[in-house]
């Protein structure tokens, strides 16, 4: 069973901020927030992760809800190239087949210019 | 980071033959994964390959069908055995330092068309 929500299809002017939300409403306490990238044709690109606390780094911001049922990938000022599938993953944060990455279906989003 | 390269970056094969692909990653990596993305579809989870020992694989995988080898802490192969139509796919291989939150790299993805 899928463990993430996320839209099928999202888009974005470029130069505005693209919100991207991502339900998890059965994650566990040991289990992080993973957000990664597909651009057409290429591998995986990783964005950013997180447990609980709001992550910002050069990409993207992460803002996860106090309840950790949900949370939002923020691209500040989205731009042509970040047209691309989003993948929002929950993992645990410990080895074994429960820390491998399974990819649900994603959101496309498509920015426009 | 870690850099990881494929080969080939894609291949048409006849029913009935197997390919080998390799993943060369650019420094040692505790773990390396194999994907498969078949067409218009998300990336599913073939196996994990383990250095000096058999690959675990995840379930509707088998061994006899998808051999993996990892001979070192940098170099994994994934063989398709036997194709028909229905293993035309991407093939990607990945990696990370370690278990758990580590992050985890991306090869460019092999395209297999079986004819």
């Known amino acids: 069973d899928a463990k993430t929500t996320q839209p099928t299809s999202m888009d974005c002017a470029e130069g505005r901020a693209a919100n991207l939300p991502c339900n998890h409403s059965t994650i566990s306490g040991n289990e992080y927030v993973y957000w990664y990238r597909q651009i057409h044709s290429q591998g995986p690109q990783y964005i950013i992760h997180?447990?609980?606390n709001n992550e910002t780094n050069e990409m993207a911001s992460l803002i996860i809800t106090e309840d950790r049922k949900s949370s939002t990938l923020i691209l500040p000022h989205a731009t042509l190239r970040d047209t691309a599938v989003y993948y929002c993953i929950v993992r645990v944060g410990y080895g074994g087949s429960q820390g491998n990455l399974i990819f649900g279906k994603g959101t496309k989003l498509s920015v426009k210019p | 980071s870690a850099v990881i390269s494929q080969k080939p970056s894609r291949d048409i094969c006849q029913r009935g033959t197997s390919l080998t692909i390799q993943c060369q990653v650019d420094?040692?990596?505790?773990?390396m994964f194999w994907y498969r993305q078949q067409p218009g579809q998300s990336l599913t989870l073939i196996a994990t390959a383990n250095q000096g020992s058999e690959a675990t694989y995840e379930s509707g995988f088998v061994i006899d069908k998808f051999p993996i080898s990892r001979p070192n802490l940098t170099f994994s192969t994934l063989t398709v055995s036997n194709m028909s139509p229905e293993d035309s796919s991407i093939y990607l291989c990945s990696a990370s330092r370690g278990q758990g939150v580590y992050e985890q790299y991306f090869g460019p993805g092999t395209r297999l068309t079986v004819t």
């Open positions: 997180g447990l609980k």
């Open positions: 420094s040692q990596v505790t773990m």
